[in-house]
């Protein structure tokens, strides 16, 4: 059965980086049909998509989102990771990583959203 | 991009009534759309994916209709544990996004 586990400080401090990380079991991260995922849910909100990176290691973001993360995969610890700098009280969220089953071309990735971790909640305040 | 609008808001159903949910698409995105489901406090669950596919293990009283623009999602006989938020979501452009959510209450 997959797995996924975020983890990470649950409290940061305006302008500084959150980093999360998502731990995948029972799968490899590196096998084939799927690629991975992050998306954050604000308080009492709906969903958005940050973005996806393929077992390649090429990336994808979401555009408002696009110069403010870094999102990488460690496939010998079969986890990937999340970094988003100059963080502000408006992303207070709650980070969910997922496995999301599609494909990825060289500009952009399709697919929906197959497993999800349980989901973490990062807060910004100083 | 595709902006996935979801309607009702909200949805008040008896137990073992049907709930009928909407999305609409402001562009064609074939029968490329996913449903989740999502209880406080828990992370979405895949329901359906390919507008009528369901995903593994999901009860047949969940069901998925539509393709294009027009979407439905249909709980046949609303059981305790339906009681949730539901989402939908597009992935035949880039980037996928999904609807704001329609919460179907307990009447």
């Known amino acids: 059965q997959v797995q996924l586990q975020e983890s990470g400080p649950g409290l940061v401090k305006p302008s500084q980086t959150l980093s999360l990380t998502c731990t995948v079991s029972?799968?490899?991260?590196?096998?084939?049909?799927?690629?991975w995922s992050w998306i954050r849910q604000h308080p009492g909100k709906g969903l958005e998509w940050i973005g996806d990176?393929?077992?390649?290691?090429?990336?994808y973001q979401n555009p408002p989102l696009k110069s403010r993360i870094i999102i990488s995969v460690d496939t010998s610890k079969n986890q990937f990771s999340l970094k988003l700098s100059s963080v502000t009280s408006a992303d207070t969220a709650v980070y969910y990583c997922?496995?999301?089953?599609?494909?990825?071309?060289?500009?952009?990735?399709?697919?929906?959203?197959?497993?999800w971790g349980q989901g973490t909640l990062v807060t910004v305040s100083s | 991009e595709i902006v996935m609008t979801q309607s009702p808001a909200a949805l008040s159903v008896s137990p073992g009534e049907r709930a009928t949910l909407s999305c609409r698409a402001s562009?064609?995105?074939?029968?490329?759309l996913a449903w989740y489901q999502q209880k406080p406090g828990q992370a979405p669950r895949l329901l359906i994916y390919?507008?009528?596919t369901r995903a593994t293990g999901i009860p047949a009283r969940f069901s998925g209709s539509g393709s294009g623009t027009e979407f439905t999602l249909t709980i046949s006989s609303l059981q305790s544990e339906d009681f949730a938020v539901y989402y939908c979501?597009?992935?035949?452009?880039?980037?996928?996004?999904f609807g704001q959510g329609t919460k179907v209450e307990i009447k």
């Open positions: 997922a496995r999301v089953r599609g494909y990825c071309d060289t500009s952009s990735c399709y697919g929906f959203f197959y497993s």
């Open positions: 029972g799968v490899s991260i590196s096998s084939g049909g799927y690629y």
């Open positions: 990176i393929h077992n390649s290691g090429k990336t």
């Open positions: 562009q064609s995105v074939s029968s490329n």
């Open positions: 390919g507008a009528s």
């Open positions: 979501h597009q992935y035949d452009n880039w980037p996928s996004t």
